[in-house]
Structures are given as structure tokens and as C-alpha cells.
């Protein structure tokens, strides 16, 4: 059973700061992997999307790796601003077409 | 088009009444997903769609849970006497096969009271 850990669950930083989330899967029979962001009460927003031929994607000051071998990805944030406060959840897709996700992390940037 | 979206957004509910909430998604995904999300988690699969037929189903959708896609458009899910358990954001997703990313529409959050 495929399941997905996030570390760290909560995470406060000085605005300027970069930062690294963590996520592991079990599995690593994964089809592809991807980072959502979700504010309070909100739905998610996709960040980026690694395929399963991929290794990193960036977009902006977010830069995203897969390690399929290690079952592991991380999300890289440079010059973190207040505004990239938020709950960032990392998703593993099945090849049945279901996402696995973990539990998040909580990021406050404090300005 | 402007995304997945999903109505109502909030849904407030006294315990035994029956709620059905509906999912727009992206016109040209042929595959819809519901989640469900309780508070400080991740979301959970609950089931999916690929165009009409229902392809998958979580045992978390109890019996008291089911979802339609009747014409490979949009999508219901019903909840049939509430508890309080059944709390949570209720989240649908739209998606192409293929190497392409899951679109999530902001979702309907349910209050059992």
C-alpha cells in the first residue's frame, strides 16, 4: 500500500529565508508526482507536476525534484515572501489514476 | 473555460438530511475524481470517473454515499443521511490521461450539525 509522508508538518521562517519541504513515498511504482499548495478553507492550486520520465521541474522560485529510486521528492522555495504562506501537499499518482497524498506542510513565513 | 467548479461551496446540514453537491469539470477532462478532506489531513480518494463510468470506489464511500456522472459531463455526489463524521471539505478533481496534472476545483465544505 502506497503511502505518503511529509516532513516537516509545520514550518516557520523569517521572510528571505529558502527552504526545503520533504516527501517520501513507499512505493516507488509511481506514475508521476505533484505539488499543490492550499490556503485556509480553500481547494488546491497545482504548483508543479514532475512526470515519471522527469527528475525536476521549476516554476519561478519553486523548484521541484523526484527521486523514484530513494522514494523521495523535495520542494525547493527561494527568497520565501508572506505570501507563499500556506498548507503545501505532495500527491503521488497511480498508474490506476488515483493520487496518494501526504498530510502536508504547514509554511509560515513571518515578514 | 475556467476551471473545475463546484457548488455549493459551503453546505450547513442538520444530522439525518441528505446533501448533493455537483462538480463542473474542465470540458475536455474526461476523468473526474472526488476526495474528501478532514481537517489538518491530506485529501482521501473517495471514487472516480472515466467519462460516465464510475471506475473506482474507496471504502470510504459507505453506503450511504454515491456519485453519478450521467452523461460524462458533470458529476453529483450524494450523501444520504447525514452524520456528523461525514463533516469535511468535499473536493473534485478533472484530469486528462496520460502525463498530465490533476486540476482541483476550490471545493464544498459540508457541516453536519
Known amino acids: 500500500k502506497q503511502e505518503v509522508t511529509q516532513i516537516p508538518a509545520a514550518l516557520s521562517v523569517p521572510e528571505g529565508e529558502n527552504l526545503v519541504l520533504n516527501c517520501s513515498f513507499t512505493d516507488s511504482a509511481i506514475y508521476n508526482l505533484q505539488w499543490f499548495r492550499q490556503d485556509p478553507g480553500k481547494g488546491l492550486t497545482s504548483l508543479l507536476l514532475?512526470?515519471?520520465?522527469?527528475r525536476e521541474q521549476t516554476s519561478g522560485r519553486l523548484n521541484a525534484s523526484l527521486d523514484k529510486s530513494s522514494g523521495r521528492s523535495t520542494l525547493y522555495i527561494a527568497a520565501s515572501q508572506p505570501g507563499d504562506s500556506a498548507t503545501y501537499l505532495c500527491a503521488v499518482h497511480l498508474n490506476t489514476g488515483k493520487l496518494i497524498f501526504g498530510q502536508g506542510t504547514t509554511l509560515q513565513v513571518k515578514p | 473555460d475556467t476551471g473545475v467548479s463546484q457548488d455549493p461551496r459551503h453546505k450547513i446540514t442538520k444530522r439525518g438530511q441528505n446533501v448533493t453537491f455537483r462538480c463542473d469539470p474542465i470540458s475536455e477532462h474526461n476523468r473526474l475524481y472526488w476526495y474528501r478532506q478532514t481537517l489538518g489531513q491530506g485529501p482521501e480518494f473517495l471514487t472516480y470517473?472515466?467519462?460516465?463510468?464510475?471506475?473506482?470506489k474507496s471504502r470510504l464511500l459507505s453506503d450511504r454515499f454515491s456519485a453519478e456522472r450521467p452523461k460524462g459531463s458533470f458529476s453529483t455526489l450524494e450523501i444520504q443521511r447525514t452524520e456528523q463524521g461525514d463533516s469535511a471539505m468535499y473536493l473534485c478533481a478533472s484530469s486528462q490521461p496520460g502525463d498530465y496534472g490533476y486540476t482541483f476545483g476550490s471545493g464544498t465544505r459540508l457541516t453536519v450539525v
Open positions: 514532475i512526470q515519471s520520465s522527469q
Open positions: 470517473f472515466q467519462n460516465e463510468a464510475q471506475l473506482e
